[in-house]
Structures are given as structure tokens and as C-alpha cells.
């Protein structure tokens, strides 16, 4: 099909009110364009397991409205792709980015975000009595706009252990958030590498 000929079949679609996939889902330039997201090259390194990448989605996980410390602020954002990571073993990995309608209201999305995120243990341990939650404040980063770090152990009355980082970053009106999990504890949690997976996933973005 020549460019032209694929050009008019686009046009006559879109103004008979169809789509094809996300193309047509909006007049051309009026969408804003999808951000760069990490590789599996991107996360900590597993020590025996390889990280399987997948594909760069749109929309927020539904998972994600029943998570203590994200799902206050992240749902219901129309521009925004997320994109999943995972192991073999017990480690996986999550980026949610969204664009906002302009700087200030991403500084807005930022402030909540770490404002959740800090008081996430809190509510984790209101919802259920039977697992003690702690945070840590691993800093801030500059990078672009900025991103700050943050580590989360939650354990369970049965014995159940879990270690968290988050990261929230800035590129001008785009937010990005970095989720890591695996069983453990804050001394398993490899903050070093992650500030670098943090720092790659705000510089690509844009």
C-alpha cells in the first residue's frame, strides 16, 4: 500500500469515528508522545536470574488502585503507559510514567506521591493488624527535575518478609515511578544500584 493510499484509508477511518489500535485515538499531535522507559538492562542486576522486560503499556495497572502507598494518586490519569519487569525467582519490577497537562501539576503528582509513600506504612498497618510496615528515606537524587527514594519492609505475624523500593522522579511535566520488590528485608535492598535504575529511568525519558 503506497503512503498516500495508507495515509487516505487512516483519514477516512478516523473521521467515521473508528480506531486502529491507539493510532486514531485521537487527532494526530493532540496525544503526547510515549516517554522513554527502562530496559531490562536497567534494573539491579539479580544474582541469578536474568530481567525479562515487558512491553511498554498505556494506562495505569488496575493493580495498582488497591496499592497502599500508589494507589491514591496514580489512577485515573489519561496520559500514562507502565511497563513490567520480572525474574525467574522472587524479584520483579514495575515503571508507571505519566505526562501531566503541565509543569505544576507534575509538581503537584511528585508532592502526593512522596506524601503517600512516606505515609504508607501507616495505613498499611491500619488495613491489616497483623503485619508491621516500616519506610526509609534513602535522599534525594539530581537528576533533571529530581526524584527522591524510598525503601519499604512490610512483615506478617506468620513471618512473611518483603522489601520494596520506590523512586519518584521528574522530567519537566512528566512524573516517572519506580516500584522494585522481592522477599527480604532492608538489608537485602540494593539502594545503590536502584539510585541508578532511578537516575537511567528519569534521563530517558525524554
Known amino acids: 500500500m503506497s503512503k498516500r493510499i495508507r ?28 516517554p522513554g522507559f527502562l530496559a531490562a538492562r536497567d ?40 511497563r513490567e519487569f520480572r525474574t525467574d525467582l522472587d524479584t520483579g519490577a514495575r515503571q508507571i510514567t505519566v505526562v501531566l497537562k503541565d509543569t505544576r501539576a507534575a509538581k503537584s503528582l511528585v508532592s502526593r506521591l512522596n506524601r503517600d509513600i512516606a505515609s504508607c506504612p501507616a495505613r498499611i498497618e491500619r488495613a491489616d493488624p497483623e503485619t508491621d510496615a516500616a519506610r526509609r528515606d534513602y535522599g534525594a537524587l539530581d537528576v533533571e ?11 506478617t505475624s506468620w513471618g512473611a518478609s518483603d522489601i520494596r523500593l520506590l523512586s519518584v522522579g521528574r522530567d519537566g511535566r512528566t512524573v516517572t515511578v519506580v516500584d522494585w520488590a522481592q522477599l527480604g528485608d532492608f538489608g537485602d535492598a540494593p539502594v545503590k544500584a536502584f539510585k541508578k535504575t532511578t537516575t537511567r529511568a528519569v534521563d530517558k525519558l525524554h
Not at 486514531?24 to 499531535?29: D, H, K, T, W
Not at 539479580?46 to 496514580?74: Q, Y
Not at 527535575?145 to 512483615?155: C, K, N, S
Open 43 to 82: 534494573l539491579p542486576p539479580h544474582p541469578s536470574s536474568a530481567w525479562t522486560a515487558g512491553r511498554i503499556t498505556r494506562g495505569v495497572p488496575e493493580t495498582v488502585a488497591a496499592d497502599r502507598c500508589l494507589g491514591r494518586a496514580l489512577p485515573g490519569h489519561a496520559a500514562a503507559w507502565h
Open 7 to 34: 495515509t487516505g484509508a487512516l483519514t477516512a477511518l478516523a473521521a467515521a469515528g473508528l480506531t486502529l489500535g491507539t493510532v486514531l485515538a485521537a487527532p494526530a499531535g493532540a496525544a503526547p508522545r510515549t
Open 145 to 155: 527535575e529530581g526524584a527522591r527514594v524510598h525503601g519499604l519492609h512490610t512483615e
